[in-house]
């Protein structure tokens, strides 16, 4: 279960999460990661559409992402610093929780991937001056 200082509710945040991250898409979901202050504690949220089912599928599907979300906090590297929103797509309502694993847990690693990969940009050297 994710304790209230982990979960995301204000709509700002999701929105500045889903336009200023980094995205990775598989089957069954797309998950949104940005990186936040280092001091705060990662924070998620989710998404789940009625396109996914009715009340009870989307209720199953959400219960089965937080404890994903749960178990990634549990690894202590990923437990500050992050701000990640979970968006579930059509095809998570028939998958079985071994599939949503694998698509979060690879879309996770990959967001974290383009998190920290910042471009080293050539160093600009000024023109010698001739004399």
């Given at each position: ?39 705060q504690p990662t ?85 010698e001056e001739k004399?």
């Open positions: 279960m994710l304790s209230s200082q982990h979960r995301m509710r204000a709509s700002a945040d999701f929105s500045t999460t889903v336009r200023s991250g980094v995205r990775s898409g598989r089957r069954n979901l797309v998950l949104y990661a940005a990186a936040v202050n280092p001091a924070a998620f949220g989710f998404i789940v559409s009625k396109a996914v089912g009715n009340a009870v599928i989307r209720n199953r599907v959400k219960r089965r992402l937080r404890e994903l979300a749960a178990d990634s906090l549990r690894d202590k590297q990923y437990a500050q610093g992050l701000a990640v929103v979970v968006r579930a797509l059509p095809a998570a309502a028939s998958a079985d929780f071994v599939a949503l694993e694998h698509d979060y847990r690879k879309a996770f690693k990959t967001a974290v991937i383009k998190l920290t990969a910042t471009p080293i940009a050539p160093a600009r050297v000024a023109p004399g």
